[in-house]
């Protein structure tokens, strides 16, 4: 077992977290079903126990399904040990729907920087694209020669594509090919992409980079392809200070018009504790308009999850801290303005509150997950919140124990056609790592 060390990070360094894995044989790789303890008649089974060797290690971010029901992910850490500073650069991996459970199977381990310079440490969760091709990005590495970390790990993160072997694979570990669509380089595009991902109809793939540009302080940016390559345009290029903000975390989201929704952690000028933010079209460029100021005065603050649209425009969201507490809150539109509302406060200051997106099921009801903090004995939580009333209900859905079940759960919740909800824990599980190295779940009602 051996410790865990930072993965180089930006100066917000608020989500970036790795573990530093042991390598194990691919023997280790099968598929674990482990039970915990139900809660509120929830059935609660783990999926994948990471060994931290070649299936990877501390997966951060959500996961997508195919029509299928199989399921993708990325492991922040674990594959390939040709990181410094940690033992893997990461995987992507696959849990395909075999009767009534799954079996794991490595995607893709990541390789780091330059000369191979595909990427290393996805944060984010990787998307399906129009073509059917995977798509993601890493928060460093990449084939830029910039030096964008401490720790001596060169490149500033990247945005790739990965496409499945022509003919069936035969191999447990048979790789999918890796594209590699942008490198980024800090100063003129952002450095340490992460957070959701979104395509529009046209196929042009929007994000953030949580920080660099001219300010470093982040940039939001479009990937449009064109002949078989990417152009990478930066639609808006934060200052920070009072009258924007810094560093984008959250990644972005897209309503039905082609505007562009996202937080920032910091900047703002409600005590400079972050902003909700609308990038709209206007001709060639986009304007921003701040939606939301947080302040130390009224709730939650340092938002570093994004935001999801939800019926008639409104806007759903959470934070990990706040004075006195981390909240759930909604923003809607009206007239022009914007009304914020908070719709549930946690019990806990500055601890546990949420550090992934929300997601709606069809009934309107909320999904997500909080941290934890182990020094405290407190592990993070599964929770749905449910419109009644005028008001919502807060149910408690699972309480991570940091044993075989996971800890520390940073992932966006998915909800399948049949109202199960799939995740990931990026900490407990296999004790190989420090502090664990984390879990996949399934919760059924």
């Not at 280790?28 to 039970?35: C, E, P, R, Y």
């Not at 897209?254 to 562009?260: E, K, T, V």
């Not at 009801?365 to 449910?386: A, M, Q, R």
């Not at 998915?414 to 990026?426: F, H, M, R, V």
Request: net charge negative; with cysteine; hydrophobic share 35%.
């Amino acid at each position: 077992m051996s410790s865990r060390h930072p993965i180089p990070a930006s100066v917000s360094d608020m989500r970036l977290r790795a573990g530093t894995i042991s390598l194990v044989l691919a023997t280790a790789l099968a598929t674990v079903i482990v039970f915990a303890p139900l809660t509120h008649a929830q059935t609660f089974t783990v999926l994948h126990n990471f060994t931290g060797g070649m299936d990877g290690a501390n997966p951060h971010s959500g996961l997508t399904m195919d029509r299928a029901g199989n399921l993708y992910g990325t492991a922040l850490n674990g594959g390939i040990n040709n990181c410094p500073g940690i033992d893997g650069c990461g995987t992507v991996f696959k849990l395909s729907r075999q009767g009534a459970g799954f079996i794991f199977r490595p995607l893709y381990q990541f390789q780091g920087h330059i000369p191979n310079g595909d990427g290393a440490g996805p944060l984010g969760r990787v998307i399906f694209g129009p073509d059917g091709a995977l798509y993601g990005t890493t928060a460093y590495g990449g084939s830029s020669a910039v030096n964008c970390a401490s720790g001596g790990e060169i490149g500033c993160g990247s945005a790739f594509k990965l496409t499945p072997p022509a003919t069936p694979c035969r191999s447990f570990t048979c790789n999918w090919q890796e594209t590699q669509l942008h490198s980024f380089v800090m100063a003129t595009d952002g450095a340490f992409p992460q957070g959701e991902i979104v395509f529009d109809s046209a196929g042009n793939l929007y994000g953030g980079a949580e920080t660099g540009g001219t300010a470093r302080a982040g940039t939001v940016y479009e990937l449009s392809p064109a002949q078989g390559t990417w152009t990478l345009t930066v639609l808006h290029d934060f200052a920070g200070g009072l009258n924007d903000g810094q560093f984008p975390l959250g990644g972005v989201q897209l309503d039905p018009a082609g505007n562009i929704y996202g937080t920032t952690a910091e900047g703002g000028n409600g005590d400079g504790e972050g902003i909700v933010f609308q990038l709209v079209p206007s001709g060639s460029s986009w304007t921003l308009n701040i939606l939301y100021n947080f302040q130390l005065s009224s709730g939650g603050i340092t938002p570093v999850a994004g935001v999801i649209v939800g019926p008639g425009g409104n806007l759903y969201g959470g934070t990990p801290n706040g004075r006195p507490n981390p909240v759930v809150f909604e923003l809607s539109p009206s007239n022009g303005s914007w009304t914020y509302s908070t719709l549930y406060t946690f019990n806990s200051d500055f601890c546990c509150g949420m550090g992934a997106n929300l997601v709606m099921d069809s009934a309107g009801n909320l999904y997500g997950t909080t941290g934890g903090d182990s020094v405290e004995g407190i592990y993070g939580t599964v929770f749905k919140l449910t419109p009644s009333n005028g008001g919502w209900i807060y149910t408690d859905l699972h309480d991570f124990t940091g044993g075989s079940d996971g800890a520390t759960p940073e992932s966006s919740v998915l909800i399948d056609a049949n109202g199960n909800l799939y995740g990931t824990a990026e900490f407990g599980g296999n004790p190989n790592c420090t502090g664990g190295c984390g879990t996949v779940w399934e919760i059924t009602p």
